[in-house]
């Protein structure tokens, strides 16, 4: 007989509660023969009871407990009630909602436990995916609000997707924009905003005010992306056209829409928040996002001038608003705001201390070094390993980008500070 496969559960919410509870671990491993063995019949050997569990994670999907589990599956048991960004992630994400982009493979029926103020019905995801770039799907986005009264648009992307984000926009019946509100005047963000201006005349841009001037007259822009992003990127993202100075300015209430901007700067000095009811368009202020199997994968976004105190009170400040729904510029729909707004703080501070402890590796080692730094203390970004193989090249690029500005905040601390961060 050969020997039966170990598989391990994991639990989530009040389950991992009642194993810690009982000095266990989150993470549990059990026999499963060949025949496999019911969610049912694992619960009760692992003491869980019936009632706490809503359904159970088989490889990527959501089932009830009766299901037969195979052995060597990837198995999660989901507590009745989760909230926010696991429910989402998870796949047990509400039916009827259809923002965020989802993956219909990872949605599952089941209610909803609780309702928004806002209509997230009349909020779109529009993905500015860019085929020339290996890896670049399900990042750049587009975030459509079709109101009663008003349409606005949250960061149209490149020059390259315009094109395609018009068709969409213009599929979804929408024929008039009244704004554009632009989260940060970074290339894939606004790069295309004078592109669009040109389908839709009638609409006003919004901006930080440090940012208006180089839309008006973008060529310092585009140097500067040149220099940044390097000659492929910046060319499949195609030129900045201008916009024009009369349809572009900061305010901090727009209009008949109600929606507030906030100054976040962090990822970039010139970086806005916008808020909607209780909906925060949060662009790249708690970094990037991509959606996996379980769990969640955030890494901080963090180019130089980082600064984090800076950083760090512009997140304080967007949990002080209590917003109950997140949308990340890179990438989707986060039903639990405020958590993942603290994943975001954990992770800067987090991240500035591996900084300053690997900051003596060898300069060719360090940034592998402070990956595995980073594997080994952050549950959430080790979820790196859940990502598709292009969407991990894609972010294992990116790990530099956000060190550079680490590195450098750093090396800018007097040496006592530098290692009371190394010493934790
Ligand atoms: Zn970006």
């Not at 549990?28 to 019949?41: M, Y």
């Not at 916008?274 to 662009?283: K, S, V």
């Not at 790990?399 to 500005?405: Q, Y």
Request: net charge negative; aromatic share 6%.
């Amino acid at each position: 007989m050969p020997e039966p496969l170990m598989t391990s559960i994991r639990m989530y919410g009040c389950l991992h509660t009642i194993r810690k509870e009982r000095g266990l671990s989150s993470v549990a491993e059990v026999s499963i023969p060949e025949q496999g063995r019911t969610g049912r019949d694992l619960a009760r050997e692992l003491d869980l009871p019936l009632e706490k569990i809503e359904g159970v994670f088989i490889d990527h999907r959501v089932y009830g407990l009766d299901r037969l589990i195979p052995p060597g599956a990837d198995v999660a048991f989901v507590p009745t009630g989760v909230p926010g960004p696991h429910r989402y992630m998870l796949g047990i994400y509400a039916a009827g909602r259809t923002a965020g982009g989802s993956d219909r493979e990872h949605e599952a029926a089941a209610p909803s436990c609780r309702k928004a103020s806002l209509d997230l019905n009349r909020l779109t995801c529009i993905d500015l995916n860019q085929p020339l770039l290996e890896g670049f799907r399900r990042f750049i986005s587009s975030w459509l609000y079709r109101g009663e009264k008003f349409t606005l648009l949250v960061d149209p992307g490149p020059l390259s997707t315009i094109p395609h984000l018009v068709k969409e926009m213009r599929r979804l019946g929408v024929e008039r924009l009244d704004h554009i509100l632009l989260t940060h005047i970074h290339i894939d963000h606004a790069g295309g905003t004078g592109a669009l201006l040109r389908e839709f005349p009638e609409a006003r841009v919004i901006c930080h005010p440090e940012g208006v001037r180089h839309l008006v007259a973008p060529a310092k822009l585009w140097e500067g992306s040149r220099k940044v992003l390097g000659k492929l990127l910046t060319d499949v993202y195609g030129e900045i056209l201008p916009v024009p100075a009369d349809k572009i300015w900061f305010k901090d209430i727009i209009g008949e829409t109600g929606v507030r901007a906030f100054l976040t700067p962090g990822h970039a000095q010139h970086h806005l928040c916008f808020l909607l009811e209780d909906l925060l368009f949060a662009g790249e202020v708690a970094g990037v996002r991509s959606e996996v199997p379980e769990g969640i994968y955030i890494r901080p976004a963090t180019p130089p001038r980082f600064e984090l105190e800076v950083a760090l009170d512009s997140l304080d400040r967007m949990i002080a608003l209590a917003p109950r729904t997140m949308v990340f510029a890179h990438h989707g729909l986060a039903d639990d705001a405020v958590d993942h707004l603290q994943i975001a703080r954990r992770q800067l501070l987090l991240w500035v201390q591996g900084v300053a402890e690997t900051a003596s590796v060898d300069e060719s080692k360090r940034e592998e070094a402070l990956f595995r730094w980073l594997l080994e203390r952050d549950e959430i970004y080790r979820n790196i390993h859940q990502l598709p193989p292009d969407i991990h090249a894609r972010e294992r690029i990116f790990l530099g980008n956000t060190l550079r500005g680490m590195s450098e905040y750093v090396e800018s601390l007097p040496a006592e500070e530098r290692r009371a961060l190394s010493d934790g």
